[in-house]
């Protein structure tokens, strides 16, 4: 409970949605892991192959017509989504800024309705080809599928493959 999360919002292609936003979701960093047992091993062990598909999503409570039309886009179209939120720290006063930005695809999925209970709009967020989370402007991880980058920290884990390739 060292630094909790006060206050968030999102940006959906540069407009804010602080008012409609209730929760959102943003990814992790996990490795895509396979067994491997070569012929002189007595046992498997866990090879990482990759990373895991990055998911996201968010909990919007209108039915907002410009983040409607950003689901079912044609083939190739992505939606750069950035989540902004600020941590304070119980134990120090320390405040920091989280920036997270993805591009993916948006899906809508409305919500049940019912008289007398809010209702909105879960917008689940696959075929993130871009990914960057930054705490108090620190970088956490940034993956750029495309273009094969993967830097966790500073640190760029793929460099060393892309130079092979010859890119």
């Not at 959102?24 to 892991?33: F, N, Y």
């Not at 091993?41 to 209108?62: N, P, Q, R, Y």
Request: glycine share 10%.
């Amino acid at each position: 409970m060292k630094e909790l999360l006060r206050f968030h919002t999102v940006f959906v292609e540069g407009i804010n949605y602080h008012l409609d936003i209730e929760d959102a979701q943003i990814p992790g960093m996990a490795d895509q892991m396979e067994d491997f047992r070569g012929g002189g091993m007595d046992g498997a062990i866990d090879v990482e192959l990759g990373i895991e598909k990055a998911k996201a999503s968010m909990m919007m409570l209108s039915l907002n017509p410009a983040l409607l039309q950003r689901a079912g886009l044609a083939s190739g179209k992505r939606t750069r989504v950035t989540f902004r939120g600020h941590t304070v720290s119980e134990f120090t006063d320390d405040e920091k800024d989280v920036l997270c930005i993805v591009e993916g695809r948006i899906s809508a999925n409305p919500k049940a309705w019912k008289s007398g209970s809010k209702t909105g709009v879960e917008y689940p967020i696959s075929g993130i080809s871009y990914y960057k989370l930054l705490i108090g402007g620190e970088l956490m991880w940034e993956r750029d599928i495309p273009n094969m980058i993967r830097r966790v920290g500073n640190i760029d884990q793929l460099l060393t493959a892309r130079r092979s390739l010859g890119f």
